[in-house]
């Protein structure tokens, strides 16, 4: 909360980790987590560097090994990491390849930590109000589309369900598979039926292009049908349930623009948040170091 | 062979039944107690006699991957683990499709002179599951190859198997077959279950594998030809098998010693010598393939060892190789998961790695009783020795699961063809072949 105070002031900006050097290590495309993490850098002083190479390591001829020695050998001292892998982010932690802090921005279809923080930080302030504090019992929370894929599903069902709050999914069966009971409270095949339990949060998940190809579900229509946050259901939602998302949105095929940019949406929210979660981590990784 | 008599004296027997063994040429010469012969005498008192292992699934990466292994040093690390026999799988390069190229590792087998190489050829040219390879010539050539596999990919296409299963019938060969639907495992990274939900890789399901099978041992029955299940991972593949083999159909299966011991628990860390295909599955399986080998559900051990370089494991799991070492370990990985859990006795445990192999590959000189006038292709192991899994290795490659583990059981001596390739556990460096 201290760093959402920064982001609001006049002159955005913290001296924390003036002379630190954090590298944000991207395999794989991203636009919006990438500039959220520079930003969280630059507000804290960092001196940033990009280095994005698209496609595996290999791809470019360079195993991801010596990608991280070479970063470190300059002096980064953290390694801000994006990789198509699952996986891939662990690997660099665990080998003993470097001893730079390494922060995971995703990594394939395994995990993104802080997207699961803030959206938690969102959940908890437009719920239980800006300056609440403590943990998330009580909450229900639902998530909604390719549960099978999605690395922000996984982050939220382990930190919300750690926070306390019961978290649920709902998506094509197909995406569903079977050990998600064991990760989650309640699976709904039928969003409409998961609906009428009213959530204080629903988090729409975005559907890739790709899913289509592989069979898991027949097209993008009949995903909206079944599983897209439409007009008609928002209408018939509680005015009390928060409308989240990842982002970026394919408007019209998992969340129509009337639920996106209503009042209940804290898509934004998200957005603006995304920075202070990651100055936090930033910050606790690299200065608290120092002292 | 041993220019020189050698007496093993006061092993035991499979059976249990303590003998000298004395050795001249390339033979047993003489079996009993007590043999009052003049030659080297050497004391294998606590130690078991076996028959010489056999190593159906073995790949020795030569030609073409010479920097992961070659079939010398492949030789020495079989030797190393009491194998006399292996067989080098076909998928090299150049692939071994052709007599040119299977007359070519028999020879340089020969040339290492640590065990017997016997080559397998490609079911497909070119292992691309199109057309069938020259069978018929390999199978004529010095190679006298019979065993033919595209191991490392599926023969999927169900009529090129059907043709491949009729067409060695004629000369008594056998199709190996790598049993994975590639369409169920497009970019599978473990085993499909709630943990690669968890650490987010894309599963391989135990139907890829089982689908298969089921297929297979229907079209063996259907053509009356004979079938071989490489590398068998899933309980629901135990229970095909078995149903087929009540049923008369043609069919003999193998298990890894990994498949034995390592559960896909081990995925969890990103490790990528544990990634291996087929993948490590669930305890439960691992269960069902013991129970499967004590009942002869499957008939043989196979290492399936696949030396990979450093740095195809020194990376995300994603981008790293496929398979695992195993030829060092694989009696130990046996004792340890089958012997000492009683499930089974020796008298299985020489069928399990000697006899059964060289019966499905049809080798004249491997798996034979330990009798006076066969060949001397022997294995003594030490039942009684625990050990800590160490990096010393003959293999060129260090991508090996057990390391650090506690195993049980010592390869001592190997003698093959009369000569002792491995003596008091260190591997000798002149042969006598």
């Known amino acids: 909360m201290e760093m959402q105070k920064v982001n609001t002031r006049d002159i955005k900006k913290l001296p924390a980790l003036n002379g630190r050097t954090v590298a944000n290590l991207f395999f794989e495309d991203s636009t919006r987590t990438r500039i959220s993490f520079e930003l969280a850098a630059k507000r804290l002083s960092a001196d940033v560097i990009n280095f994005t190479a698209k496609g595996s390591s290999v791809s470019k001829g360079e195993s991801l090994k010596d990608t991280v020695q070479t970063l470190e050998a300059m002096g980064v001292e953290a390694l801000v990491v994006r990789h198509n892998f699952s996986g891939a982010v662990n690997t660099i932690a665990n080998a003993s390849w470097s001893d730079a802090s390494v922060i995971n921005a995703g990594d394939g279809t395994h995990e993104h930590p802080t997207q699961a923080l803030l959206d938690s930080l969102t959940i908890r302030q437009r719920i239980m109000g800006r300056d609440s504090t403590g943990d998330l019992s009580g909450l229900k929370v639902l998530i909604v589309g390719d549960i099978l894929h999605s690395r922000v599903a996984r982050s939220n069902l382990l930190l919300l369900r750690k926070l306390g709050a019961e978290v649920s999914v709902s998506g094509p069966s197909t995406l569903l598979p079977e050990g998600i009971s064991e990760l989650c409270d309640q699976v709904y095949y039928d969003l409409d039926e998961a609906l009428s339990k009213s959530f204080n949060a629903v988090m729409m998940l975005r559907i890739q292009a790709e899913r289509m190809n592989s069979a898991f579900m027949p097209n993008p229509s009949e995903y909206s049908f079944g599983w897209g946050m439409g007009d008609a259901r928002f209408a018939r939602l509680s005015k009390e349930t928060l409308i989240m998302h990842p982002g970026p949105m394919n408007r019209g095929l998992e969340i129509s623009s009337a639920a996106a940019d209503s009042s209940q949406s804290a898509i934004l929210d998200q957005v603006t948040n995304g920075v202070a979660v990651r100055m936090a981590v930033l910050y606790k990784l690299l200065a608290q170091e120092r002292n | ?433």
């Open chain 2, 1 to 433: 062979m041993a220019d020189q008599r050698l007496i093993f004296r006061n092993a035991k027997l499979s059976n249990g039944a303590q003998v000298d063994m004395a050795v001249l040429g390339n033979d047993i010469e003489a079996v009993g107690e007590n043999l009052d012969l003049v030659g080297e005498s050497i004391d294998c008192t606590g130690l078991i006699a076996l028959q010489g292992f056999v190593d159906l699934h073995t790949h020795l990466r030569e030609p073409g991957f010479e920097q992961s292994e070659t079939i010398l040093t492949g030789s020495r690390a079989a030797a190393k683990g009491g194998f006399t026999a292996v067989h080098a799988m076909a998928n090299t390069s150049p692939v071994a499709d052709n007599a040119a190229v299977v007359e070519q590792v028999f020879a340089l087998g020969q040339a290492a002179g640590y065990v017997f190489v016997q080559p397998v050829g490609a079911v497909t040219t070119n292992l691309e599951g199109r057309q069938l390879a020259d069978l018929l010539k390999m199978n004529k050539s010095r190679a006298a190859v019979s065993v033919f596999s595209d191991d490392g990919k599926c023969v999927s296409d169900s009529l090129l198997m059907r043709r491949a299963l009729e067409y060695v019938k004629a000369f008594d060969g056998v199709i190996a077959q790598h049993a994975q639907d590639p369409n169920l495992t497009v970019d599978s990274q473990m085993n499909e279950s709630s943990l690669a939900l968890e650490l987010g890789l894309t599963g391989w399901p135990s139907v890829a594998e089982e689908a298969i099978i089921a297929r297979d041992v229907l079209l063996a029955e259907h053509v009356g030809s004979r079938l071989h299940i490489c590398h068998v991972s899933t309980s629901g593949s135990v229970e095909i098998i078995r149903w087929a083999k009540a049923r008369g159909i043609n069919v003999t299966a193998e298990v890894t010693p990994h498949h034995l011991l390592l559960t896909e628990e081990l995925a969890r860390e990103y490790n990528p010598v544990y990634k291996v295909n087929p993948p490590l599955r669930a305890a439960s399986d691992v269960q069902a393939l013991r129970t499967a080998v004590a009942d002869g559900t499957i008939d043989i051990i196979a290492t399936d060892h696949a030396p990979h370089t450093a740095d195809s494991k020194d990376c995300e799991w994603g981008q790293a190789a496929f398979g695992m070492v195993g030829l060092e370990t694989a009696a130990s990985v046996a004792q340890s998961t089958l012997i000492d859990t009683g499930l089974i006795d020796w008298v299985r445990f020489e069928q399990l790695l000697s006899t059964n192999p060289a019966q499905i590959s049809g080798l004249a000189r491997h798996g034979k009783p330990l009798a006076v006038g066969n060949p001397a292709n022997i294995t003594f192991v030490n039942p009684s020795v625990q050990f800590k899994v160490s990096d010393v290795s003959e293999s060129k490659s260090s991508n090996n699961p057990y390391l650090g583990m506690e195993l049980s059981g010592q390869i001592v001596h190997t003698v093959f063809e009369g000569a002792l390739t491995v003596k008091d556990s260190k591997i000798q460096e002149k042969i006598n072949v």
